[in-house]
Nanobody, 115 residues
Framework: QVQLVESGGGLVQAGGSLRLSCAAS????????MAWYRQAPGKERELVAT???????NYADSVKGRFTISRDNAKNTVSLQMNSLKPEDTAVYYC?????????WGQGTRVTVSS
């Protein structure tokens, strides 16, 4: 069993920054890939960034150059540093962990970017 808890969401002005964190607990040794997803009102959930246990990363084109995903395997955490935020980044952000054959999801943290 793996539990994921996100934190760090909130209100921020366009151009500002936020750092989201996700703390994993339980059978964390089983986790391989982790990721951040987001879902804006009325839109489908989309992949924002992924990171493997060894630190290989991938980003959605919409956030590349502005967001950075990182993880600390010793602390069982994954973070998303978000810079130069835009109103279109407004969404609920979800932490994801892959532990084959099971997918784990956090409850989400809200990010609102005002213009």
């Amino acid at each position: 069993q793996v539990q994921l808890v996100e934190s760090g969401g909130g209100l921020v002005q366009a151009g500002g920054s936020l750092r989201l964190s996700c703390a994993a607990s339980g059978s964390t040794f089983t986790i391989n890939r982790m990721a951040w997803y987001r879902q804006a009102p009325g839109k489908e959930r989309e992949l924002v960034a992924t990171i493997t246990r060894l630190g290989r990363t991938n980003y959605a084109d919409s956030v590349k150059g502005r967001f950075t995903i990182s993880r600390d395997n010793a602390k069982n955490t994954v973070s998303l540093q978000m810079n130069s935020l835009k109103p279109e980044d407004t969404a609920v952000y979800y932490c994801y962990a892959e532990s084959y054959p099971i997918d784990y999801w956090g409850q989400g943290t809200r990010v609102t970017v005002s213009s």
